[in-house]
């Protein structure tokens, strides 16, 4: 099952930890990560610190294999290289990307924010970066932080398309992993969409009977 592991960029550095933890683990247990920045290496590369390139720092350390980077351009984040073995897309291979992230906008943002083509372009490659990233996943892990206006456009993108969206802001990061890898475990990795519902709605009670 691919799983959208996204968040925000400025996060404190013990998310980030939990981050790269839980994309190796997730791919050691078979499933496929798609995010949206490259991996890199730690106390070198500013990106790994920021949640997609954390998950995608411990993906691709534990099985390059299970890994797929959306990019919004080439060389994002700057100052970044793709390594010959990660499997890498771009959104302009991908015009369904910015079709589909069009069409959410007119419907649920366009009145409030005004028409999707206002946007400054490099924000909105950005959002169509997203926007690709939930269209391959059955299941998404979002770890917003402060404002993080991509994550949370990729969160209600997700919930616009139907794709569970798991808040790792409001659950223990460690319970989803655990349950996750339960999955994994018992050969029950879910392959549709329904079984993934069933993933976020147990989370949803997890949450509830902590509030």
Not at 20 to 31: D, I, S, T
Not at 118 to 123: D, G, Q, V, Y
Request: aromatic share 10%.
């Amino acid at each position: 099952m691919r799983i959208a592991c996204v968040g925000s960029r400025e996060i404190p550095g013990e998310v980030a930890d939990a981050c790269r933890e839980m994309g190796a683990e997730l791919a050691r247990a078979g499933y496929s990560i798609v995010t949206g920045a490259t991996p890199g290496t730690p106390g070198q590369d500013e990106w790994v610190d920021w949640a997609d390139g954390a998950f995608a720092t411990g993906a691709y350390y534990a099985d390059p294999t299970c890994i797929i980077v959306c990019l919004p351009w080439h060389h994002f984040p700057h100052g970044s290289s793709v390594p010959p073995d990660l499997g890498v897309q771009y959104f302009e291979g991908h015009p369904e990307w910015a079709d589909a992230a069009a069409a959410y906008w007119a419907a649920r943002r366009a009145d409030e924010a005004g028409p999707w083509a206002s946007i400054r372009r490099a924000n909105r490659l950005r959002l169509v970066r997203n926007a690709g990233i939930i269209l391959q996943s059955r299941l998404a892990l979002a770890w917003p932080h402060g404002e993080a206006e991509g994550t949370r456009f990729a969160m209600d993108f997700a919930d616009w398309r139907g794709v569970p969206v798991i808040d790792l802001s409001q659950l223990s990061w460690q319970d989803v992993l655990a349950a996750l890898l339960a999955q994994a475990a018992a050969h029950l990795l879910p392959e549709k969409s329904n079984q993934a519902s069933e993933l976020s709605q147990r989370y949803a009670t997890i949450k509830e009977s902590r509030d």
